[in-house]
């Protein structure tokens, strides 16, 4: 036998592999370098502590030190200013301001400022205060959703260019695409392993209102950490103060709850990454359950009984407490649309008629999380009982084309 493979054809692999690893590394780089200064930047115009602070007085700006335009501090030009600075217990001093704050424009002016110490270990806020704290609760929300899509985006690029290569090799005469892989894989995957999934059983399973209901919840919290952050900014839209009085005082009475922004952004971030998740579990169960029936089914419940009789003694059992659980839901919905409707009424009772958009939406935040998710919960109800069973019966018709019954070939 002639070998009649090139002598460098190797290495030339090798070195084109490495090649686009080398640039897709500086890339992702650049891409991490220019994400990060345009979320400083952006961070210029956010910042700035709560509405209700320490210390307000005046400054007068002494110098200024100029950045840019591409630096730490982000893009463009923005200045570092010493000031004197005078407060309105009567107390002097020299304080330098952190960039973005003051100009060089603001020499000879008296620039209203304020300091606020969040305690806690945390650094002394000095800002201006010539503008409004409307934006002061929803800083971290957008910054941390900026983070979040900046470290996500070339996560789901590279999932999306490995889904995209195609498969060579001897990848046709494995029976489920994948199996060598979680052969491969250590403890974690050991149940996927023991029930192999195909394409086809895949592409079986329907479209189930658990699933849907998991990636409304996740969606439904993204909408309240939207609207709850938006609610801050026409409470805040006031020059921050000692004693900060929000302009619009009939939101807060409106509001049926008044959760922390913080909060609903920590809690809402966890439950929608819960949710997502266990997309993935419903989805890989579900279509497991199609591929091998009963016997996925009934792996941890023993007895000598035929696995048909099993199965159907467990969906007895399933039908019986899913009429229950159906009646509970239901009742559940039903009960976040009343307290969407009173949400409703409570805002029309507080709120004038001549109020600006974003204070009425701002008002009605509960009534449309509320009503949302009733009709969320209510579209989406499903008993156990009838999810098994529909993914069972479709489980016998691909059993059934196939020459097979049940998950068990017949002679």
């Not at 990454?273 to 419940?301: I, M, Q, W």
């Not at 099993?310 to 976040?336: C, E, I, K």
Request: net charge positive.
């Amino acid at each position: 036998m002639s070998d009649t493979s090139l002598p460098g054809s190797s290495y030339a692999s090798g070195g084109s592999r490495l090649g686009r690893r080398v640039l897709s590394g500086v890339l992702l780089v650049l891409y991490l370098v220019a994400g990060w200064l345009g979320t400083v930047t952006l961070g210029h115009h956010l910042a700035g502590s709560g509405p209700a602070v320490d210390k307000v007085g005046t400054a007068a700006v002494t110098a200024c030190r100029e950045h840019g335009p591409v630096g730490v501090r982000g893009f463009g030009y923005t200045y570092e200013c010493a000031a004197d600075v005078r407060w309105t217990d009567g107390k002097t001093e020299h304080r330098e301001f952190p960039a973005g704050e003051m100009t060089p424009a603001d020499v000879g002016h008296d620039v209203p400022v304020y300091q606020h110490d969040p305690g806690r270990r945390s650094a002394t806020v000095y800002g201006r205060n010539d503008d409004t704290a409307r934006f002061a609760d929803v800083t971290f929300p957008v910054m941390g959703g900026l983070i979040v899509l900046l470290l996500a985006l070339p996560l789901v690029v590279y999932s999306a260019a490995r889904k995209r290569k195609p498969v060579t090799g001897g990848a046709e005469s494995e029976p489920y695409p994948g199996t060598r892989r979680r052969e491969a894989s250590k403890a974690g995957r050991k149940a996927d392993e023991k029930w192999p999934v195909g394409p086809a059983a895949r592409a079986a399973v329907p479209k189930l209102r658990l699933v849907r209901r998991l990636r409304l919840l996740a969606c439904w919290c993204v909408l309240a950490i939207v609207l709850v952050s938006l609610s801050t900014v026409p409470r805040n839209d006031a020059p921050r103060a000692v004693r900060f009085e929000s302009p619009w005082p009939q939101i807060k009475q409106a509001l049926l709850a008044d959760p922390p922004t913080v909060a609903v952004l920590i809690f809402g971030v966890i439950v929608a990454v819960f949710c997502l998740f266990f997309v993935a579990s419903a989805r890989s169960d579900a279509a497991k359950v199609v591929e091998h029936g009963p016997n996925y089914l009934l792996t941890e419940l023993d007895g000598e009984k035929p696995t048909e009789e099993r199965m159907a003694a467990n969906l007895d059992r399933l039908r019986s407490s899913g009429r229950s659980s159906v009646v509970v839901s239901t009742l559940f919905g039903v009960a976040l649309l009343g307290l969407a409707a009173w949400a409703i009424i409570r805002a029309v009772q507080h709120v004038p008629s001549s109020a600006p958009a974003l204070v009425w939406v701002a008002a009605l935040t509960d009534a449309i999380l509320l009503g949302s998710l009733g009709v969320l919960w209510l579209s989406s109800i499903e008993s156990k009982y009838a999810r098994l069973k529909r993914l069972l019966e479709i489980h016998e018709e691909s059993s059934a084309s196939a020459g097979t019954g049940s998950g068990v070939a017949q002679s």
